[in-house]
């Protein structure tokens, strides 16, 4: 998968912890739609998870960026 400008800004915010997707919202500045597809995208490539589907809490599965480095 490759990563756009928008996954790098949330993968770098759930790098400080967990986040809802209202909060990566208001943090990017872009629309909800989206934030909400960058996510079910993240989530299918295995870069984060979603830890409470009712408030849809998110947060990193691993270091995943420097995995991908590491690959590459």
């Known amino acids: 998968m490759e990563l756009t400008a928008l996954d790098e800004a949330i993968l770098d915010e759930l790098g400080e912890g967990a986040r809802t997707q209202g909060f990566l919202v208001d943090a990017t500045g872009e629309?909800?739609?989206k934030v909400h597809e960058?996510?079910?995208l993240l989530v299918?490539?295995?870069y984060i998870e979603n830890i409470h589907e009712n408030t849809a809490l998110y947060e990193?599965?691993?270091?995943?960026?420097?995995?991908?480095?590491d690959s590459d």
Do not use: I, Q
């Open 31 to 33: 629309p909800r739609y």
């Open 38 to 40: 960058r996510l079910k």
């Open 44 to 46: 299918a490539a295995g």
């Open 60 to 69: 990193l599965r691993t270091d995943s960026k420097t995995s991908d480095e």
